[in-house]
Nanobody, 117 residues
Framework: QVQLVESGGGLVQSGESLALTCKAP???????????MAWYRQAPGKERELIAS???????DYAESVKGRFTISRDNSNKKVYLQMSSLKPEDTATYYC????????WGQGTHVTVSS
């Protein structure tokens, strides 16, 4: 069963940076590399939202709320997707998940980010 594992979350202050990693250790390269991968987040009491995506050819797209502050990237050989977050705000506090944007896999546990003011 495909597993997605997110890591890198933590507690930071407003304005600081954090880097998240998502890995798919059981997915083979030929399956992972063509996928459009995405990062999502879910804040307490809110629905999960798509915040960034990256295609196989590394075309990226961002939600307005994170554009200019977050950067998504991927390492196909290691089956990883990254989310570099800078200028963090308290409203970025959420649990962050990654997944296949077009064909959702089983959701991982996510990694929690708390931004204090």
């Amino acid at each position: 069963q495909v597993q997605l594992v997110e890591s890198g979350g933590g507690l930071v202050q407003s304005g600081e940076s954090l880097a998240l990693t998502c890995k798919a250790p059981r997915m083979i390269f030929s399956v992972f590399s063509p996928k459009t991968m995405a990062w999502y987040r879910q804040a307490p009491g809110k629905e999960r939202e798509l915040i960034a995506s990256i295609t196989a050819d590394r075309t990226t797209d961002y939600a307005e709320s994170v554009k200019g502050r977050f950067t998504i990237s991927r390492d196909n050989s290691n089956k990883k997707v990254y989310l570099q977050m800078s200028s963090l705000k308290p409203e970025d506090t959420a649990t962050y998940y990654c997944n296949d944007k077009n064909n959702a896999l089983r959701w991982g546990q996510g990694t929690h980010v708390t931004v204090s003011s």
